[in-house]
Every structure is written in C-alpha cells, then in structure tokens.
C-alpha cells in the first residue's frame, strides 16, 4: 500500500480500512524486527569463533604440503629398488639356464663316457638310455655356447656320441638277427625293447614282427601238415579237420597279439600296434591261403562247385553226376564254420588295434580317419577276399542243397492217417529253417540275406507252385451214394478218386498251415538273428530286418493258394450239394392248412432230411480238414446255404401258416449251423430271418409295429422295396394295403 | 505303419567299378564320394520320395560288381520291382559284357520287373567309347528304358530314380483300379491277380 493511493482516498470507510491495514503491517514488521535482534547475539558470538581458527588452517596447509613431498619421494625409491628386483630375477633366470646348459654339457660328458664304458661292458641298455638321455638334448643349443666353453671338447663329444649311436644301431640290428638265428627268446625280447631307445620304431617292430611271423608259420605249417597227413575218417572231428586248423592259425595269432600288446604298449607307445598286426596278417594271409588251397583239394571243393553249377544250368537233365547230399551238408557245414572262425578272429584284430589308436589319439577327426583305416586293411586283407569267394560258393550250393531237399521232400510226400497234412509241409520247412540257420551260423551278414531270399523264392515258387498245381487239379466231385455203388462195381476207379480227394484236402491243409509256418519261421529267425547279431551296424540290421519280412510276407501268397482252394470247393463240393436240398425247400408248399401243419410237425418234409445231410457233409470233412479250414468250409456252406435259400424264399408263396412254418424251419437250421461252429452265425441268417418274420405277420399293418420308430435294436438288413417284396409273398396280403404302407 | 503308400525295391547290377555305388550315394545322400572302394556283399539305401501326391518309399539295393558276390547279389533280382543294369559309357568291357547280365535278368527275375539300362560317367566326354545311340539300340532290342548319367556331375541321377518311382506308383494305381474291394464269389477269377501284386504293396 504506497502513500499515494492513501492520499487519494476519498471515502472514510476506504480510508478505515487502509489504516486498519496499516496497523496490521507495523504489527507484522514489529514482531520480525524483535526475532531478528534476538539472533544478533548468537551471530556475534560465532563470529568470534572463526576468528580464533583462523591461524590453525594457515598450520594445516604447510602440513600438508611437507606430507605430499614425503609421498613422492617414497614412490620413486620404491620403483628403483623393484627394477632391482626384476634384474635380479632374470640374472637369476639366466643362472639356472646356464646351469643346465652346464649339467647337459656334464651329461653329454657323461653320456660320451658311459656309452664307450657301457659298449666295452656289452651293457647295450645302458648305452641306449646314454644315447636316448643325448638324443633328448638340443644339439644346436649346446653348440652355440661352443665358443665360450672348451670347444674341440664338445665337439669331440657330439661326434663321439653320433658314433656310438651309429654303432648301437649296427649292434642292436646284427644281435637281433643272431638272437633270432639262435631263437633265443630272452636276448630277442631284450634288443626288442632297445629300438625305441633309438628311435627306431618301425625298424624294431617290423623286425620283431618278422620274427613272430615266422614262428607262427612254422607252427601252422606244421599244424597243417599234421592235419593234412593225420586226418582219421573215424575221428569225430575229420569233417572239421579244416576249420579247427584255421582256428589254431588265428588262436595263436590272438595269443601273439595278446602277449606282445602290452610289450609294445610300454617301450613303444600306443598307436603302434598296428604296424606288427599288419606282419602278423600278411603270414596269416599266407597261411590261410594256403590252408584254404588243401581244403579246396581233399574235400574236392572244385568239383563239388562244378557238378552244382552244371546242376543248376541243366536240372532238366538228369544225366548230369549230381554232388551227394549228405557230402555237400558235411562240406557246408565246413565253410560255415571256416568263416565264422575268420570273422571272429578279424573282429578281434580290429578291437584290437582300434582300442590302441583310441589311446594314441584324442581328436575326433584322427580317430575316425584311423578306424576307417583300419575297416579298409581289415576288409582288403587276403584272409577277408578268400572267405568271400568260400562264401559265395556256399550260397550257391546252399541253395542248391536247399532247392534239392525240398524237392526230396515234395516227392516223398506221404499222408499220415490222423493228420490233416501231409509229411512234405514239416519237412520242407525244416529244410528251409536249417539251410537258413547254418547260413547264420556263417556269420556274414550278407551270406544271411542271400539264403533268406533263397529261402522265400524256394516256398513262394517252388513250394507254392506244387500246392497250387494240387489245388488247380480240383476236387473229385460226385455224390456219396455214386461213390458207393462205384466203391463196389469198380474198387480201383473210386479208390482213385478217394486218393485224389485226399490229396486236395491234404493240399488244402498244408497251404493253411504253411501260412502259420512262414510266421511262425519269421519269428524264430528273428529271435536267432538277434542273438547272433548283436555287433552289426545299423545298415547290416536293416538288411536282415529287410530280408526276414520278406520270409513273413510269403504267408499271403499261400494264403492265396487256400482261397483259390476253396473257390474250388464251393464249386465242386458245395454248389452241388445244397442246390437239390434247396430245391425241396421250393417244391414245398408253404401254403398250407391246419391240417397239413400238424402233419408237417409230425413228418418234417425238409429241415430234418436238409440237417442230416448237412451234418454228413460237414462231418465227413471236420476230420480231415485243419480247424481253421474247416471254420473256413462251413462259413462257406453257410453263404451258399443263405444266398440259395433267400432266392428260394423269394420264388415260394406263403400263407399264415405257411410263415409260421417257414419261421420254425429257420431256427432249426440256425440252431444246428450254431452247434456245429465256435463263432456266431446268426448274423448270417440276418436278412432271413428278417423274412421270416415278416412272413409271420397277422396283417400288413403290423409291420409298423416293427419298423421306423419301433424297430428297438432290430437293424433291418432289408430296403423297404425288398420287404413290400417279401409281404407279397404272402397270398392272404392285399396288394393295395401294402403299397399303402408308409416305409 | 510307417508313412508311405507305396514300398518299392530296386536293385542296381552291373559290372564291377561302373559307378553304381556312386550313383546310389548322389541319390540318396548328394554326394559324390571321390575313391569309393570296392562294394563287399550288397549295400542297403533308402530314400522316400513323393509322386503326385503320394509317399512313395524306395528301397534300393546296391550290389557288388565283383564275380565273386554273384551268387550273393542274384538272390535279390526276384524281389525286385525295379532293375538299374549300369554300365560305363567309357569302357566297351562293361558294354560287352550286358548280354550276360541280361541272361541273369531272365533266369532269375521277376519275368513283369521294370527294367533301365544306364550308360554312367558321361561327364568323362573324351574318354568315351560308346556312342548314345549304340546304349539306345541295344536297350530298344531288350526292351529296356534308356538314361544316360554322370553321378559325378549329377547329370539325370535324379531323373533316373524319379522316373522308376512314377512308372511303378503307376502300374501299382492301375492294379489297384482293376481289382475291385472283396468280392466272394469272384475269388477264383481273381486270384492270379491278386497274389501277383498283393506281395508288393503295403496298404
């Protein structure tokens, strides 16, 4: 409020109420002017303390000042004495260097010294761990320090040592070859482990292989020999004489390994193995070229070969000298056994040198490179080739061996009374599983896969097609009264025909059964194939999973042969005999009285004769016929029965009563079909039964009664035409109500 | 069930060092394995391809060259749907020696097999001794396809086994459209052909 505008004031009220105003401020600026020299003494007093410090910060920063420069200095004194430190340490350094330069120089010395004292002593140990201690120095290093030390000396000394070595070598070379001259196992041992010593790895093992390789020839030659000159014929073992000779070759061969392993492992280090197997398996390829030569000889394998070749290019020809089956399952059984041998030996060559370059080399890469390396040496090795043509030999008599017995067992066939198939069906496929078996045994997986295919190709053409000609021949047909009167007049023709239907009833049975026996020969193999072949790769396992389904899937093709079989059947056997039964059904009337209903109760005029003469028929087949078979016969009998009989329905007038008989008919003949099987024929009977019922009507109208809505668990089998069709058949019905029906 | 309509074996032969293995892994694999050792026995691929629609599964059969494998490698032409006989365009040993391959085909093969003739390493152009048209009159004599490959430069690999899977998915459609579902009464008309192809499908 400035004084202007109080002196403009006109009005008293205004002019009131700006002094109260007025008065109010003075109040307020009062009440602040009494705080504020209330203060004025708290503020002199701190300002008299601030004065007394002053001097003592003048003190502080001087101190200040002294204690930096004392800092510094210490720094600088500290960094001089630690670069002291530092030049210390690699003077120190340089010493110890130095001392070891010294010390090598003193072992060279040394070394000069005890080499020329330790060949004097023939003490060739000492002398190569000499030259082993010098070949670990740096020549280079303790040549460059010449000039300073006493120079011609060290000089002296390095070709001293180069000398020595020189001559150790020579030594070591010639003493090896004159232990082995002198077979002195200890002195051979001994030079073995001086090579590494040397450095000569590869010279010491292929030295010390060499020699292995040529005691273990002189084993097997002698082994060979004896087996060669010492076979007995009485001898259990004479038919495996060749077998069991390769089997020592490869045991000794496995001791060798399984001895030296170790050896080798120590003095020379891992991942050399493989260097002395591949000595050991050239003299192993030798000799089982060699015994695979006499093998070939005294079981006149050649000719076996030969007479099975010209078999197979001319079977039309029975001129041909064929190779004894009992001689060819001896001979057989003799590669089997040669090659499994071969594969076991091989696999444990491989995990052998393969566990050794598993230890030699960490890398990944390496390792694979390596193992495939040896895959290759294994697979390529002699030993390997001549197995392979053994075995492709084999297959090809196997199957011959196999294809010739089966045949064997087609011509011999002969039925059994009791049993519902005939001998050849047990005995081909016990051909079948044996040849496969002994291929397994053989343990090549390829050899397996051949004979598997072999197999199915021998039961689904060979086999199949002698079954399929038997059924295409046909069943005899003829009635069982003829046969009778035939069975009198003339016993040769009939009992021709009674052969003849054996035959096929056999025929039939064996095709059923064979379907089971592919399955059940599936099964088996499978179970033996997993046993065996427990370290195949996962392509080897596809392979024979492949070839086995193979044999499963022959089960189709012979149940084809039993389907055709029975098409047969029907024509023949079953056709005839339910058409003139049927044909009473149509020449009975079913339109009939009171009382020709209680006589028909009395004197049946169909079912009972149509139930005889089924349960005949059935029966003379329930015997002879496999029980799967003859649930396939009546299933058969029982569709011809309903596809007739529905026809025959649809020919027949009925009235009331004529339905009524119709319907008790029906459940007498499914009450018998039921009795005679194990599962359930009503649905069959379905449509006709449904017939019957219609037929049994009281009225049209009472259909509906059954229909649409009303049917509950009634599903009608027929359309609405066919039953306004079947209520026709009715004569008491009006053809108007039953148009008027809503279906 | 595996999930294919359609399983087909195919087998490939021929003399020894032709190319069969290489053609096989260019197929299967994509690779061309440069020294590919001698096949022992015989070689298992599989390769699931697609023909209009459906998975069509091959199983192919790689067998060995070599005279000693014969009685090994013959024991799978019967199963065979599809036959490859390989030879080497660049080497008229392999050409001559076809016809004994051929005589093995007719002893031991399924008489309806596919087969195709194919004339390998094209891609070797100077080295060549038998002219195109020489492979292609003696396939049309043994009423074979003809294709002429590099597995090398993947030239019509893929063509080749293509081609084999649509002609058999083809022939396997056209024996499904002329046997009708079951029919009962018509089983003895029908039961040639039923078991002639049953064996070869897997529903």
Known sequence: MDLERVQNLTDVSEMQKALEKLNAEEIDVDCELNTLLETQASLEDK?????????????????????????????????????????????????TSCIQRVEDILDLKYCTDGVQQALQNEDYEKAAGHVHRFRSLDENVLRMSEIASEGSSLDTSFRLLHESEDKLRVIVNTKFDASVHSRDVASIERFFKIFPMLGLYEEGLTKFGKYLAAKLSEDADRNLKLALHGIDPEDGRSSVIFADTITKLFEDIAKIVEIHQPLVETYYGAGRLVILVKILQKECDRQTRKLVEEFRNKRDFDLRVQQVQQSLMFHKQPAIEKPDSKDLDVLLSEIVLLNTRTELYLRFLKRRITGDFELAYQDEEKRNEKSSEVDKFIQSCDTSRLMQELIGNYIMMEEYFMREMVLKAVAMDSLDTGSPTSSMVDDSFYIVKKCVRRAMSSSSV???????????????????????????????????????????????????????????????????????????????????????????SDQSNAKLESCLSDIGACATRFKDVVEFGFSQMTQSVIKPRIKPQIDIFLSTSHNISEDDYTNFEANDPWVQNFIVSLDNMLGSFKDSLTNNNYEMFVSLVTAEITTQLEKSVQKSAFNRLGGLQFDKELRVLVGYLTSVTTWTIRDKFARLTQMATILNLEKVDELLDYWGPNSGPLTWRLTPSEVRQILGLRIDFRTEEIKRLKL | MEDYKYLFKIVLIGEAGVGKTCLVRRFTQGLFPPGQAATIGVDFMIKTVEIEGDKVKLQIWDTAGQEKFRSITQSYYRAAHGLILVYDVCSQRTFDALPQWLTDIDSFANEKVLSYLVGNKIDRGDAREIPTHVGEQFAERYEMKYIETSAKEADNVDKLFLDIASRLTEDARERNRLIPGEDSMNISSNTKSISSCSRCFKF
Do not use: W
């Not at chain 1, 210490?74 to 340490?89: F, H, P």
């Not at chain 1, 199915?456 to 046969?483: H, K, N």
């Open chain 1, 47 to 95: 300002m008299i303390t601030l004065h007394r410090t002053l001097p003592n910060l003048q003190m502080l920063h001087t101190d200040s000042k002294q204690l930096s420069s004392m800092v510094s200095f210490t720094s600088t004194l500290a960094e001089n004495v630690s670069s002291k430190v530092r030049q210390l340490d690699l003077a120190k350094n340089r010493v």
């Open chain 1, 446 to 536: 390829d050899g397996v896969c051949a004979m598997l295919n072999h197999a199915c190709t021998i039961l689904e053409q060979d086999f199949r097609e002698v079954l399929y000609t038997r059924v295409r021949a046909g069943f005899p047909s003829g009635f069982d009264l003829t046969q009778a009167y035939n069975m009198v007049i003339q016993q040769g023709k009939s009992s021709d025909t009674e052969k003849a239907k054996a035959q096929f009833i056999s025929t039939l049975n064996n095709a059923e059964v064979s379907c089971d026996y592919c399955k059940q020969l599936k099964t088996n193999l499978e179970d033996e194939v997993s046993k065996l072949y427990t370290q195949c």
